[in-house]
């Protein structure tokens, strides 16, 4: 696994607010405290590959997604990662950790060169707490989380590994349709681990697929 590198930027006060503004979790924040909030969040590039954090990390900050696309993974003893999620531009990732102060529970890594808003526990829960907007969106935030998860347990347990392929296949479209979608190239292993499925079979049923002109 690469490294994980200390990249953090002193962006201009301006183009902070300008990115927390931009950003749904915090755009519609009251503009003093949106001033406050901007006066302490860090932004941090980092290079696609890159480690953001580890599980087992301390749970210490929320990141946002101002560019990019981070994955969301769990390594098993035999080195192969069960993907549980890709975060991509207007969204957050690291809360979990950040509101129960227990450690990361999952590895964060970059697909592709991203831009970070970096902001720690202690500020950002005193945000909460002073904002009930914020404490909304983050029960939404936190609720997608839980319906996504679900769904990919009832798919592990009902759909069979053509269906479960064919289902995120469908999802990866819809999601690059998407107006601030950017391209983001996913590997066939990574797609397998998506779904619960070796490298070799994924490549096996769109090799199939592809023979039937169902995929291109």
């Known amino acids: 696994m690469p490294s994980r590198q200390d990249n953090r930027r002193s962006l201009s006060a301006s ?4 990115l927390l503004r931009r950003h749904p979790l915090f755009g519609a924040i009251a503009p003093e405290l949106l001033e406050r909030l901007s006066s302490y969040a860090t932004t941090r590039a980092v290079h696609r590959g890159d480690s953001i954090f580890a599980k087992g990390d301390p749970g210490n900050s929320l990141y946002a997604v101002c560019a990019g696309t981070v994955k969301i993974s769990v ?21 979990i950790a950040l509101l129960d102060g227990r450690p990361r529970t999952a590895d964060a890594t970059a697909m592709t060169d991203c831009e970070l808003m970096v902001i720690e526990r202690r500020d950002f829960l005193d945000l909460v707490r002073s904002q ?22 009832e798919d592990v347990l009902f759909l069979d590994l053509p269906g479960r392929l064919a289902k995120i296949l469908l999802q990866l479209t819809e999601t690059a349709k998407l107006p601030q979608a950017r391209r983001v190239a996913i590997t066939q292993r990574e797609i397998g681990q998506m779904i619960g499925m070796s490298r070799e079979s994924t490549n096996k049923q ?11």
């Not at 183009?15 to 300008?18: Q, V």
């Not at 990662?81 to 690291?94: H, K, P, R, T, Y």
């Not at 009930?132 to 347990?153: G, N, Y």
């Open 15 to 18: 183009d902070k607010l300008a």
């Open 75 to 95: 390594p098993s003893a035999d080195g192969k990662d069960a993907v549980f999620n890709l975060v991509g531009e207007g969204e957050i990732f690291g809360e």
């Open 132 to 153: 009930p907007e914020i404490a909304l969106k983050l029960m939404e935030v936190l609720c997608a989380r839980l319906r996504h998860t679900s769904e990919q347990v």
């Open 206 to 216: 769109l090799r199939d697929w592809e023979d039937r002109n169902w995929v291109r």
